[in-house]
């Protein structure tokens, strides 16, 4: 298990480096994040949020164990349809905002060993994988909010504390 980046920590900011290495430490690395989003009781998490620089997320909005997704280098190809859903972060603690995203999205990526990967996912996971793809380009549901929400909500988070870096 890792420590979780809590905003306005700057590596939640920065976008991600590829994932070039697909080798035992990658599997490592995501049993770690998998590990990290039990722990939490997240549906979703993405390396920058435990101090990682790596395009590598993972989401299970089923929570059952075993049925983890895990891509590297996530590419969302195609978007269809509009869905607004009450979403928090586990970056952004006490923090539950409606955010409209895409319904349905084609994803491709990578697996744990470099393999080609071509998904479409709709419903909560669609919605999930759009937020952790989020973390990858250095941005977060606030952003996604609208100014006055947005600054509503930089009110509280000048509070948090950093958990790590
Ligand atoms: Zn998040």
């Known amino acids: 298990m890792r420590e979780l980046c809590i905003e306005p920590n700057p590596v ?6 590829p994932v070039s290495a697909f080798a035992a430490e990658l599997r490592r690395l995501a ?29 299970n909005p089923s929570q059952q164990r075993g049925r983890e997704l895990v891509v590297a280098n996530p590419v969302i190809e195609t978007c269809q349809g509009r869905a607004a859903v009450t979403e928090g972060c586990l970056s952004v603690p006490n923090l ?4 409209s995203r895409a319904r349905r999205i084609h994803l491709s990526g990578q697996d744990l060993s470099g393999r080609p990967l071509r998904m479409d996912a709709e419903g909560l996971l669609a919605i999930v994988l759009q937020h952790e793809i989020d973390h990858l380009q250095g941005r977060l549901l606030i952003d996604r909010l609208p100014w006055w929400r947005r600054w509503r909500v930089g009110l509280k988070a000048r509070n948090s504390p950093h958990a790590c870096a």
């Open 12 to 17: 939640l900011r920065k976008p991600a480096r």
């Open 31 to 59: 049993h770690e994040l998998i590990e990290t989003m039990y722990a939490h009781d997240g549906i979703g998490l993405a390396a920058p949020q435990v101090g990682l620089d790596l395009q590598l997320v993972v989401a």
């Open 96 to 99: 539950w905002e409606r955010v």
